[in-house]
């Protein structure tokens, strides 16, 4: 944070794993510091919607304030702005929206997510934090907040409620609907619920996984 110059942050992990959410905390904790700032959503999906240059006059726009991006471009190098890309898909991207053409302020500071770490490494981040799994004490607060709406499991369903997290496997988006989809289920709700979970695959869940498998190479995909 002392730093003068323009720092880069890299977030990497996979999909459900809670990027966005530790992108979102701390833009809300240090945004105020800054004379500009802006959490760009969805960077991998809008530029494939609206190209990279229509996102790129968006972002500086927005940062200043201004109609004018001719404006801007003047103004931006002056000022220290704090930016969330997150979901950024490929190197170009964040070449194009942080590193390519563009003075920033000094002490300005960048957070990108993204599901493939080579693409932080190639677009020029400073430092990558990788988000890990959940550990068990974690995993079952998680759970528990969403199934019990307290931080740990009601009586008598404590070893059900393992159950529930060992499926889930430390995934935090996992656990958050495993939780929400067994509140207020009586036992035999919840034993039908999770053999049927062992089985077949909560279709969010799924949905969230397959996005990330399908943008791995051949190689990663069997580790996966």
């Not at 109609?67 to 490929?90: A, E, P, Q």
Request: charged residues 30%; glycine residues 10%.
């Amino acid at each position: 944070m002392e730093s003068k110059g323009v720092q880069i942050l890299g977030i990497w992990g996979m999909s459900g794993i809670g990027k966005t959410a530790i992108a979102r905390v701390a833009f809300e904790k240090f945004s105020s510091r800054y004379e500009g700032s802006y959490f760009l959503d969805n960077v991998r999906e809008e530029s494939q919607k609206h190209g990279l240059k229509s996102l790129r006059e968006k972002l500086i726009s927005k940062l200043q304030e201004e109609k004018s991006t001719f404006i801007c471009r003047k103004l931006i190098r002056r000022r220290k702005v704090f930016v969330v890309l997150d979901d950024v898909g490929s190197s170009e991207q964040l070449q194009h929206l942080v590193t390519d053409g563009i003075h920033w302020g000094p002490g300005s500071r960048f957070i990108v997510t993204s599901k493939d770490k080579q693409v932080l490494t190639a677009g020029g981040v400073h430092s990558i934090h990788e988000v890990k799994e959940l550990g068990p004490k974690e995993s079952l607060k998680l759970f528990s907040l969403n199934a019990f709406k307290k931080s740990h499991p009601k009586k008598g369903y404590e070893e059900l409620s393992k159950r529930a997290i060992g499926y889930a496997k430390g995934l935090p988006l996992a656990l958050r609907v495993v939780g929400s989809s067994l509140c207020s289920g009586d036992r035999g709700t919840w034993e039908s619920t999770l053999r049927k979970l062992e089985r077949y695959p909560h279709p969010q869940i799924q949905d969230v996984l397959k996005t990330s498998y399908d943008g791995l190479d051949d190689v990663l995909r069997d580790d996966f």
